[in-house]
């Protein structure tokens, strides 16, 4: 009291420096060794999961391999209009032989003619038939090229051959995008695939539109089972929680071929109904290789993942809600609709999201029962990785489906609100 | 023998190192009853005879996008690696795979033929060594198809002598051949017509007469499970598991042959071992593509050997005791009229036939 004019100077903390100062350090300090505890994760994630999908991101606008194999070519092209229907001049064949050269010595002009054959069909064996005896011209002496290099494989001899060369030779190209689209990159800008080469756009129509229905039918089996499970006594509970989680111990692939057995035409089922006389036996039931078998194995498969996040919403709901609504008079139905049900809501919603970002990407089911209408885009995307080595074509496949499922999270945002959503 | 304690402290050397040491090597290869042939004909006794560990990977069916993604991440895991001709060549174009010199890495015949001629025609890729020679071809229920069973690929394309279902590859490949040949093309032209767009909805507008009644495969073992089931009248798959399963599993099933489409599977090397490693590769190479060993893994599979030198020494099936010889699809009884995978051409329009064959299916 006495001393009021002391409490105007700064508060000195026991070792004499100012205590904001002391509070400031010991707070950095602190962020610190948190920071260092969450560090392993943080390095995990970067090196497992980000930096995988930027290099992704990356490979489907990447294509700097025209211009690496053939540098001169590229470069001579520039001087040379596609559009004029002639052949280039000689010092394109000239600066063309001179690469190829190189690039046969390094082994690269194969790998190229794989690369211009997902835009032209021939190119693959053009750079592999020509390589041998181009390899063996000497661009000193041997001149001039264009006839010989016709002479060698006529495909040199057409203008189109030289207009894919140039129109896929930038290093950054929007290419693969288009073709992800059912369109291509011409000389004369981008076009409409052929029609009967046209399949990707309605393949991710269909991969939205049957993870959206496996997504609706997961709610619709998952709430009951859960609402039970939320409800019953422990004893009971416990017992078919087993029952829920015993298909995850199972092999996915165990349980995707046993739909098999179940749903062929030779199944159990057909086999059951034909013996009741419900099916006749020359019109037994086709529900399996075709939309409704993916519909159904899928459900099955990504059941658990909806019923949990609903169960445990569901557990944390007070009963005397219920029963203060029913003192008051409510119905059943009332008492559900207006307060058991909004308050289930978060789990649906989490539940919903984690079994639609599941199916999106699922393609070893729809590729065992999917038969021809029930197969996604994954499958597509699998194709173009494990196959045509088109990797290119695949990450912008795999960019697209990235960026719907991002814009559908926003969306749902917008909607429901994701504060709203709550794994228990 | 090595004693265990050496072998042991070479093991930790080696996964200290996190490499290979130089008693190991990583052999790919497709799995199931193929790897085991491959087991009992090549890798014990090579094993007995250097000492080498080989560890097995059943990763054949990706190992071409797998080779890649370890090219680009510049280790590579794998010493001998089994793949289908294609896949070679594949391999071979991308730099992937280490080209081979027949006349100085592989062994000459027992009569002294050199290896280049042992195998012939069959090299199809520099990258290339031959092992087998198998074929896709067709089976069919015997107690399905009435009293006159199918003798001709066109029976596939016959819905009314032979109703039911049919179960056909997921791919263009071999189906549209088949579709051009009971089109009315003539076999040598099959692959000109395939090169043209009319062809190629030629093919498929044939292929659609069936669509409604086929089930499409996309692994080797879905066919033979369908005709055990009864879930088809016939359907396509490779002859060896056809063989097991009219012959180890006594299904009433038998094999169609027309038309059957041979097909190449054998070894490559990666391109960008170590001298050490590729040393021992080319050494194994050496064991295991010579006269006898590919006549030693027909006891086990019914696959044709694919040097001429090794087809007269093609003996019993190990286990069940008959005669392999009759079940090779390159038995002069069941090659009456063949196919072979056209490499260039498929190598070439794969892509572009796919996308079409691929959007054909979704209508």
Known sequence: ?????????????????????????????????????????LLFVMFSFIVPIA??????????????????????????????????????????VRDMVVAVDNKTHTRLGSRLNYEETGMSSMFRRSGRKMGKLDPETDGPFKDQVIEIHD????????????????????????????????????????EDKQILI???????????????????????????????????????????????????????????????????????????????DDARLVIINNQFGTIIAMTHILLPFMILPMYSVMQTIPE????????????????????????????IGAGSILVFILAIGY????????????????????????????????????????????????VYDKIVGIDNVKLG | MKPTKTMLTAAVLATAAGGVSAEEMTIVSWGGAYSKSQLKAYHEPYSEKTGVTILNDDSSAEAVAKLRAMNEAGNITWDVVDVVAADAIRLCDEGLAMEIDPDTMLAPAPDGTSAADDFGDLLVSDCFIPQIVYSTTFGYRTDLVGDTPPTDICAVFDLEAYPGKRSLEKRPINNMEWALLCDGVAKEDVYDVLATPEGQEQALAKLDTIKDSVVWWSAGADTPQLLADGEVVMGSTYNGRLFSVIEEQKQPVAMLWDAQVFDLDGWIIPAGLSDERKARA???IMFATDTQRLADQAKYISYGPARASSAPLVGQHAELGIDMAPHMPTDPENAKNTFLYNYEFWADYRDDIDAKFQAWLAQ
């Open chain 1, 320 to 347: 005397s809600y219920t029963r203060a609504a029913k003192s008051m008079g409510a119905t059943n139905w009332t008492t559900f609709w207006r307060i058991y049900f909004p308050q289930s809501i978060p789990g």
């Open chain 1, 363 to 410: 393609y070893i089911t729809p590729e065992i029962v999917g038969g021809t209408k029930g197969v996604f885009i994954s499958n597509r995307i699998a194709y173009h990785i494990s196959s045509s080595l088109n990797w290119g074509l695949a990450a912008a496949l795999g960019t697209i489906l990235l960026a719907v499922v991002l814009l559908l999270y926003w």
């Open chain 1, 202 to 280: 309605k393949l991710f129509g269909r991969t939205l539109f049957m993870s959206l229905v496996i997504t609706a039918s997961c709610i619709l089996l998952a709430y009951p089972v859960s609402y039970l499970l939320a409800t019953l006594p422990m004893r009971v509970s416990n017992l078919l929680m087993i029952l829920v989680l015993l298909p995850f111990w199972t092999s996915l692939l165990v349980r995707t071929s046993a739909w098999k057995v179940m749903l062929q035409q030779q199944g159990v089922i057909n086999e059951t109904l034909v013996w009741l006389g419900l099916v006749a």
């Open chain 1, 55 to 96: 290099s992704m991101l990356f490979r489907s606008v990447e294509n700097s391999i025209v211009q690496e194999t053939l540098p001169l070519t590229v470069e001579a092209l520039q001087n040379w209009d596609e559009s004029s229907g002639e052949l280039p001049d000689e010092a394109v064949y000239d600066a063309f």
């Open chain 1, 1 to 41: 009291m006495t001393d009021a004019s002391e409490n105007t100077g700064p508060m000195l903390a026991a070792d004499g420096t100012p205590l904001k100062q002391s509070l400031a350090r010991s707070l950095r300090r602190q962020k610190l060794r948190a920071l260092m505890l969450v560090a392993p994760l």
């Open chain 2, 282 to 284: 080319l050494d194994y």
């Open chain 1, 155 to 194: 495909g040199w001899g057409e203008p189109k051959t030289w207009a894919v060369i140039k129109t896929h030779s930038p290093a950054v190209t929007n290419g693969y995008f288009l073709n992800a689209v059912d369109m291509r990159r011409t000389p004369e800008g981008a076009q409409a695939q052929p």
